[in-house]
């Protein structure tokens, strides 16, 4: 099975940008859609964004469209959030997640089935 681990969080003023990666060991990225998801302090863990398994087609967390960039470098193994116009209340813990592709389509936590450690990405005003 795939092992992911981000990197790339920090702490950033507001309007600031952050790159995330998530670089995936034991199996080629090439074969998972990826996933970015967040959980804020007291509450539930939430979609941000997701990237096909081809890289061809992406979606966004209405929250963060048109701010924050989901990309895939399959040569690298490595998926990444590229998070531009950052908001206090990006403030959270980050999450990678990877599900084999093809497969059920879906953009909720049970709809990937190998996830990231985290990193904190905290944003001061």
């Known amino acids: 099975q795939v092992q992911l681990v981000e990197s790339g969080g920090g702490l950033v003023q507001a309007g600031g940008s952050l790159r995330l990666s998530c670089a995936a060991s034991?199996?080629?990225?090439?074969?998972?859609?990826m996933g970015w998801f967040r959980q804020a302090p007291g509450k539930e863990r939430e979609f941000v964004a997701r990237?096909?398994?081809?890289?061809?087609?992406?979606y966004y967390a209405d929250s963060v469209r048109g701010r924050f960039t989901i990309s895939r470098d399959d040569a690298k193994n490595t998926a990444y959030l590229q998070m531009n116009s950052l908001k206090p209340e990006d403030t959270a813990v980050y999450y990678c997640?990877?599900?084999?592709?093809?497969?059920?389509?879906?953009?909720?936590?049970?709809?990937?089935?190998?996830w990231g450690q985290g990193t904190q990405v905290t944003v001061s005003s």
């Open positions: 997640a990877a599900v084999q592709s093809p497969g059920p389509f879906g953009l909720a936590q049970r709809d990937f089935h190998y």
């Open positions: 034991g199996r080629t990225l090439s074969n998972y859609a």
């Open positions: 990237i096909s398994r081809s890289g061809g087609t992406t």
